[in-house]
């Protein structure tokens, strides 16, 4: 039987703190150079990495850190796209 993280304990929580953390990195990040976003997008993905494993397990884990970065880079975009729109 396989349960949906959002059912799972504390699964909720974790959703919603990844959803934050994607909105907050991709603001601060917007407006400098994808490569220097990803280094430091890397360095705070290695350390969260070990709470994700605990969670869900390593497979998991590692699917769920490419969709997160992916998505902080995806933000970072239309943030940029807006101010630029603005401009």
Known sequence: MTVMLKDAPGGAELIGSLTNAIETLALLYSGTSD????????????????????????????????????????????????IASRQ
């Open 35 to 82: 490569d220097a976003a990803r280094e430091h997008l890397q360095t705070y993905i290695t350390r969260i990495e070990p709470g994700i494993v605990e969670a869900v397990g390593s497979d998991t884990a590692a699917k769920m850190l490419d969709i997160f970065r992916r998505a902080v880079i995806g933000e970072k975009h239309a943030i940029e796209r807006g």
